[in-house]
């Protein structure tokens, strides 16, 4: 594929099954097949941190989540977003291509102000920066999860009102979402969708007995052992199934069916699963926590690598808008 890819995640809080399974995995994969670009949104989190310190831990902790699951720097440009200020300046040029109405209608605003984030401007203006993030390196392909498909259509409208009124600058880039619907909308503990702000997540690098709660913690019916259970619609069977082999799944589920196992055991081998995929990581990232100076460094260099196409990108849209 000879096409430009890129992703970002906010560095709002840990990892979660959710990220890893809807975006991250997804990114570490696709660094071997086109010119990739991922970053940490860190000027997207501004939007729900207001503490530097904060803001400086989770912005280091969704780096070494990266680098210790796989992403391979040397293959794909790891940045902070902050690192490449020219998307600031495209941010403000789309907004004014930017129509009122469709920024009014995006539904993660509206959910992020129901539950009690400030209604800032930025907030309001967050599909605009982002945006600005896809096409200030000009990518035709952003893999996401499920619930950012709005934001990448936004994304379109306003590549496509750009090109209109000033000639074709940038592609209209598409979405990747997983393909199995479980993958690109992983449920949290309370079978809602796993997200940082609804506290029903589970943490990648969760282990030992924190772990084991958040576990037994998932929310299941009433339903008494010895019962059949329906695995359709049980959160525990669809978080094992991100894991298993469609043997074992087609095993745990014809357990279910027969009334042969209870939330309670799934629940062991759900735990027995994240801990055996997880598990050797953990010491990679114990390791390279200490070594501060590598991780910058990592990040210095993405940095350059996407500045250097930002710049480019910014040159043919001031000529194009008459900035220059
Ligand atoms: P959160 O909702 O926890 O704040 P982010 O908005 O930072 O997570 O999401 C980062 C990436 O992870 C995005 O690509 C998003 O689509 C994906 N993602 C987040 N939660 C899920 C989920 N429950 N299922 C699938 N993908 C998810
Ligand atoms: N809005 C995305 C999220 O909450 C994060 C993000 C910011 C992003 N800029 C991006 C994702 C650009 C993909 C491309 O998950």
Known sequence: MNKRILSGVQSSGKLHL???FGAVKQHIELQHEAECFYFIANYHALTTIQDAKVLIKNTHDVALDYLVLGLDPNKAAFYRQSDVPEVAELTWILSTVTNMGLLERAVSYKEKIDKGIEASVGLFT???????DILIVRSHFVPVGKDQVQH???TAD???KFNRAYGDVFPEPQPLIPKSETQAKVPGIDGQKMSKSYGNTIDIF???KPLEKT???IKTDSTPLGQPLDPDKCTV???YSLFATEEEKATMAADYRAGKIGYGQAKKLLYAKIDAYFGPFRDKRKQLAQDRATVEDILQAGAKKARAEAEMTMELVRKATGLK
């Not at 967050?126 to 600005?132: D, I, K, R, S």
């Open 152 to 154: 990448l259509e936004m």
């Open 215 to 217: 576990i037994m913690s």
């Open 237 to 239: 069977f669809a978080l």
């Open 158 to 160: 306003m590549a496509g």
């Open 206 to 208: 969760a282990e030992g």
């Open 126 to 132: 967050y599909p605009v920066l982002m945006a600005a």
């Open 18 to 20: 959710g990220n890893y």
